[in-house]
């Protein structure tokens, strides 16, 4: 009788794992359309709308590609605002109202470059140094072929990239999902699946229709009703936007970078104009609270004609230890001052002056532990509270469901 943890190993040797991957893969190809006329297409732009139960719905997306190594994508969100993904050259991109821009460079910028040329339908022997079968798995009902695509060897052996899995469905020669960790900018990487489906043939060439986004919790959909390949594309259609070629230009001008925690230092802070609510709650309901409050003050941005200026904050007025009401301010930072639609949200801002600060890393139920050591350290240093602190988070929960990854950078203002 078979061992049942030996079952696993004769599956993968019966489908050839660890074999060369290169004829199904070329299979593949000749079933997607003339390689040569895919290396490099010239161009290509394409249009849809994109979606995400609980997050969005009918976010306009356009995609634009330029030769070989340009390209971007820009996605317009409803009520948040424009984010873009794009890559000039070596260098790759991201930028959004919430988080700011990102900047990869080098092969730290290589799983972003892959995917842009996975997107733009380029040959997979320039985009990979090589792939191996690693076993059969039904997925959705549908048998696959997992095949690991291995990355150039300088990659990996300078920043421990070990490639992406694509998963191939044989029978139809067609490319189903690609697996791949995507740079975080917070730091660490995104585990996220890429799903490709409604394959159109345009100009001799087979492009999905349809792609799906997973990572973390989040599902993204998106259809393109556009596709047009050797479309008329200037270098100014994927330059830069002038914010991230600052960026680019300016390290001091990208994301805030999470730091070690419990590592203090006094900010000077500048007043940031706000739309927040505030409201007396139990200190034990805090995250349940805000699960309710934020949205609501994000739907008030969006009716108000407001621009998010990075991720959402919330504020205590009268923090103290053993406090069993709290009078909690939650609100989202904006570009400029607005004025609030009716309701309980309300214009306001977070105070300009000295602050110290610091980065919590874990569950939120654990803050309180880092406000400890940073009053304690402030007292240390001889500063003394000027109003309740604030915190932010810059970890989305539904990007990143591991709570102990989740980084919240903490501020207490002080005289």
């Known amino acids: 009788m078979t061992h049942p943890l030996a079952a696993p190993l004769l599956l993968a040797a019966a489908c050839g794992a660890g074999e060369d991957a290169s004829p199904l893969l070329d299979r593949v190809e000749r079933a997607g359309g003339d390689p040569a006329a895919r290396d490099p297409l010239p161009s290509l732009v394409l249009k849809g709308t994109a979606s995400a139960e609980g997050l969005f719905r009918a976010a306009q ?43 990869r460079e080098g092969e730290e910028a290589a799983p972003v470059r892959r995917l842009l040329m996975i997107l733009r339908r380029a040959p997979w022997r320039s985009i990979y140094g090589g792939a191996e079968l690693a076993g059969k798995e039904e997925v959705d009902g549908t048998e696959l072929t997992r095949v690991r695509m291995l990355v150039r060897s300088a990659t990996a052996d300078s920043s421990g990239d070990s490639g992406d899995t694509w998963w191939i469905d044989e029978a139809e020669a067609r490319l189903v999902h690609v697996d791949l960790k995507l740079p975080d900018p917070q730091g660490g990487g995104l585990e996220c699946r890429y799903s490709f489906g409604d394959w159109k043939v345009v100009d001799g060439i087979r492009f999905p229709a349809r792609r799906t986004q997973r990572v973390g919790t989040y599902r993204i959909e998106t259809t393109f009703t556009t596709i047009e390949p050797g479309a008329e594309v200037t270098d100014a259609d994927v330059a830069p936007p002038d914010e991230v070629a600052r960026a680019i230009a300016d390290p001091a001008r990208r994301a805030t970078k999470a730091r070690d925690a419990g590592a203090f230092t006094v900010e000077e802070v500048a007043e940031r104009p706000v739309l927040s609510i505030r409201t007396t709650i139990r200190s034990a309901e805090v995250s349940r609270n805000l699960a309710v409050l934020l949205p609501e003050v994000l739907r008030a941005v969006s009716a108000s004609g407001g621009a998010m200026a990075g991720p959402p904050f919330s504020r205590y007025h009268d923090y103290a230890d053993g406090n069993e009401m709290l009078d909690l301010e939650a609100g989202i930072p904006l570009r400029a001052a607005v004025e609030a639609p009716d309701g309980r949200v309300t214009a306001s801002t977070l105070p300009a002056g000295r602050a110290a600060t610091g980065w919590h890393v874990g569950p939120y139920q654990e803050l309180s532990k880092t406000y400890e050591r940073l009053r304690k350290w402030m007292e240390a240093e001889r500063l003394e509270p000027a109003g309740g602190p604030w915190e932010i988070y810059w970890t989305d929960p539904g990007l990143e469901p591991d709570p102990k990854k989740w980084r919240t950078q903490v501020y207490w203002p002080v005289k």
Not at 65 to 81: F, K, M, S, V
């Open 61 to 103: 997306v356009e995609e634009i590609h330029l030769g070989a190594d340009r390209a971007l994508t820009w996605y317009e969100y409803p009520g948040i605002g424009r984010a873009v993904i794009g890559r000039d050259g070596d260098v790759c991109y991201s930028a959004d109202p919430a988080v700011g821009v990102d900047v």
